[in-house]
């Protein structure tokens, strides 16, 4: 089965910085499309970074210049580097794999900026 499982959220200071991590377990990884997610309390799940198995990478405006999406291939693992935190920013934050049309979720971290 495919598995997903995201760490390195927590709480953070506005300006601060945060890696997540998104370890990957089950089918083929290097040919996965992965994402980043997030949702905030009252707010729809909104897309923001993706990677191709190639590293092409592509961001949400509100994060573009701040975050970066990365993946290791031979650890199945995929990162989220935030840097330069807003409080908007704050929701929890899911890993989306994409492999062969098919989307599969983590259960999420919680990234929390305070002001």
């Known amino acids: 089965q495919v598995q997903l499982v995201e760490s390195g959220g927590g709480l953070v200071q506005a300006g601060g910085s945060l890696r997540l991590s998104c370890a990957a377990s089950g089918g083929d990884f290097s040919i996965a499309v992965m994402g980043w997610y997030r949702q905030a309390g009252g707010k729809e799940r909104e897309l923001v970074a993706t990677?191709?198995?190639?590293?092409?990478?592509n961001y949400a405006e509100s994060v573009k210049g701040r975050f970066t999406i990365s993946r290791d291939n031979a650890r199945n693992t995929v990162y989220l580097q935030m840097n330069s935190l807003k409080p908007d920013d704050t929701a929890v934050y899911y890993c989306?794999?994409?492999?062969?049309?098919?989307?599969?979720w983590g259960k999420g971290t919680l990234v929390t900026v305070s002001s």
């Open positions: 989306r794999r994409t492999l062969f049309g098919i989307n599969y």
């Open positions: 990677i191709t198995r190639v590293g092409i990478a």
